[in-house]
């Protein structure tokens, strides 16, 4: 089962605009990460932010986590064409590295 | 710099045959996952090994799936027979003693 939603489930954008992807999950975590997903391939690593931090950034990209909302945000500054792709959110409980994603935003740039 | 390789990448088959994919982590990862991902949806954990063992397979559907990884480092994930509800992304992650996962470009299955 999903753990989380993504918001919006679709996202189109002119090059060089902001994006914003949004995560809700259910339950308490460890940690919450961002993958990255090219339209059939394999998903990518792109950030992880642990419950006990409430921002982080990583070149063009900046996550904020509020625990007590259990709610994420994804920000991707200065899009490029080469950003589209669907984007994923994935938790892990304490003591498991079992992750659970949420359903995915897929974001298109419009070049 | 160093990969999860998987293959088949494309798979079809007629319905009732057997399939098999292979996934090979990055060498010294001892955690290895297989996912299923549905078109549309993200991916949903199937098993996961820590070493040959299996920690976690509570969404392994055994009466027709198998995964082995005897040595410890590939693994193989076998669907027999295979059903239509079966055609998916079928996903191959490692990782070491870190959070992070490294997925492999995956196999598309096509059940017809």
């Known amino acids: 089962s999903q753990q989380g939603e993504e918001d919006p489930q679709a996202l189109s954008i002119q090059e060089g605009e902001n994006a914003t992807m949004n995560c809700s999950y259910k339950?308490?975590?460890?940690?919450l990460q961002w993958y990255r997903q090219n339209s059939g391939r394999g998903l990518v690593h792109l950030i992880l932010?642990?419950?006990?931090?409430r921002e982080k950034h990583s070149g063009r990209l900046r996550v904020t986590l509020d625990t007590s909302k259990k709610s994420s945000s994804l920000l991707i500054t200065a899009s490029r064409a080469a950003d589209t792709a669907s984007y994923f959110c994935?938790?892990?409980?304490?003591?498991?590295?079992?992750?659970?994603f949420g359903t995915g935003t897929r974001l298109t740039i419009i070049p | 710099e160093a990969e999860v390789a998987q293959s088949p990448r494309y798979k079809i088959t007629e319905k009732s045959q057997a399939v098999a994919f292979w996934c090979d982590p990055i060498?010294?990862?001892?955690?290895l996952y297989w996912y299923r991902q549905i078109l549309g949806q993200g991916p949903e954990l199937l098993v996961q090994?820590?070493?040959?063992?299996?920690?976690?397979d509570s969404q392994l559907p055994k009466d027709r799936f198998s995964a082995e990884r005897l040595k410890g480092v590939d693994s193989t994930l076998k669907i027999q027979p295979a059903e239509l509800g079966d055609s998916a992304m079928y996903l191959c992650?490692?990782?070491?003693?870190?959070?992070?996962?490294?997925f492999g470009p995956g196999t598309r299955l096509t059940v017809l």
């Open positions: 994935a938790t892990s409980d304490f003591g498991n590295e079992k992750l659970t």
């Open positions: 339950t308490s975590i460890n940690n």
């Open positions: 932010i642990r419950s006990n931090e």
């Open positions: 060498s010294g990862h001892a955690t």
């Open positions: 090994f820590q070493d040959e063992s299996v920690v976690d």
């Open positions: 992650a490692s990782s070491s003693n870190t959070d992070t996962q490294y």
